[in-house]
């Protein structure tokens, strides 16, 4: 049984900072690549970043300077977001797959408004 669960979401003021945290139940090195999305209201869920086993990271070219996935060693993946705007707006989800399966967290709900 894989779960996942974000944390860290809240109301942040624009040009702010926030880091999300994705608690995995597994090792997340178990995971081929694991990652974060987000869907803004309205909106399909859209790519932030991702990083793979290796830590080879990806960024959404909109995103790339301002949002930085990183890890432990153990089982948490985080998104560090810095210079927030109120764009940025939406529910990030955490994503891990191994092979052809693919898991998602609940959501953490972001808010940059002042």
């Known amino acids: 049984q894989v779960q996942l669960v974000e944390s860290g979401g809240g109301l942040v003021q624009p040009g702010g900072s926030l880091r999300l945290s994705c608690a995995a139940s597994r090792s997340i090195f178990e995971f081929n690549v694991m990652g974060w999305y987000r869907q803004a209201p309205g909106k399909q869920r859209e790519l932030v970043s991702t990083?793979?086993?290796?830590?080879?990271t990806n960024y959404a070219d909109s995103l790339k300077g301002r949002f930085t996935i990183s890890r432990d060693n153990v089982k948490t993946v985080y998104l560090q977001m810095n210079s927030l705007k109120p764009e940025d707006t939406a529910v990030y989800y955490c994503n891990a797959k191994i092979l052809a399966a693919n898991y998602w967290g609940q959501g953490t709900q972001v808010t940059v408004s002042s």
């Open positions: 990083i793979n086993v290796g830590g080879v």
